[in-house]
C-alpha cells in the first residue's frame, strides 16, 4: 500500500489513451478517448461525494488484491465517475465510478471477487472537456458542468447534458495544482438502419 500511495504522490499515472480534438473551445477541450477495458462499481444515492468515496473504496480494495488472481494492480488516473441523474430533485442519481485499467493488463485483468465490482469496456467516445484545481467537492462539479454547458450552448456545440462525467487525477494526499475534469458526451447521430 506505501508503494502505491507513493506511486500517487510521486509519480505519473498511467492514463487512457485518447485523441485531442482538431477544434477546441476558448475554455474547453475536445477529447475522442480509445475503447479500453476500466474497473468499475455503481453505487445510487442523493449525494455525489459520498456515493464516490464508497464506490472508489471498492475499486481501491480490487488494486490492492482483493480480486480473483490476489494480485495488485497500478493505480491510474483519473477516478472517473458516470453521473445518470434521477428523474427529480429528490430522486437518487446512479454513480459509475471507474479505474482505467494499465496498459500491461488490458488483455487479461484480474477478475473482481467482489460481485459488485466488474469489468467493462468502454467503446470509443467523445467528449467535452473543463478542467479545474482545487478539492472537488459536489458543488465545484455542479458549477464547473453549468459552465461547461454553457460554453458549448455559446458555441453551439451539440452535446448530451446526461449523464456526464467528472474526473480526478490525484491522491487525496495532494494538497496544491490539483486536478480535476467534468466531461460532456458529444452528442452522436442516430445510426441510419
Known amino acids: 500500500m506505501l508503494k502505491m500511495l507513493g506511486n500517487a504522490l510521486f509519480s505519473k499515472l498511467q492514463t487512457p489513451k485518447f485523441t485531442p480534438g482538431a477544434k477546441q473551445g476558448e ?3 475536445v477529447r475522442t478517448y480509445h475503447s479500453a477495458k476500466w474497473v468499475s462499481t455503481t453505487t445510487t444515492g442523493l ?3 459520498p456515493c464516490i468515496s464508497t464506490g472508489f473504496r471498492k475499486l481501491f480494495k480490487y488494486i490492492q488484491g482483493t480480486n480473483q488472481n490476489n494480485t495488485s494492480v497500478e493505480m491510474t488516473a483519473p477516478v472517473a465517475c458516470l453521473v445518470e441523474p434521477g428523474a427529480g430533485p429528490a430522486c437518487e442519481s ?7 485499467i494499465p496498459e500491461e493488463l488490458q488483455e487479461n485483468p484480474p477478475q473482481p471477487s467482489d460481485e459488485t465490482v ?3 469496456t468502454k467503446k470509443e467516445f467523445t467528449v467535452y472537456v473543463r478542467g479545474y484545481g ?4 459536489e458543488e465545484s462539479k455542479r458549477e464547473n ?3 461547461l454547458m454553457e460554453s458549448l450552448q455559446r458555441d ?4 448530451q447534458d ?7 487525477y490525484d491522491s487525496p494526499f495532494k494538497l496544491t495544482n490539483r486536478r480535476n475534469e467534468v466531461w460532456i458526451l458529444k452528442k452522436t447521430e442516430p445510426e441510419q438502419e
Open 134 to 137: 482545487g478539492f472537488s467537492k
Open 27 to 29: 475554455d474547453y477541450e
Open 162 to 168: 446526461q449523464p456526464y462525467y467528472t474526473a480526478g
Open 145 to 147: 458542468l453549468l459552465k
Open 156 to 159: 453551439g456545440v451539440p452535446f
Open 47 to 49: 449525494q455525489w461525494d
Open 118 to 120: 466488474f469489468l467493462e
Open 94 to 100: 446512479s454513480f459509475t465510478v471507474s479505474f482505467y
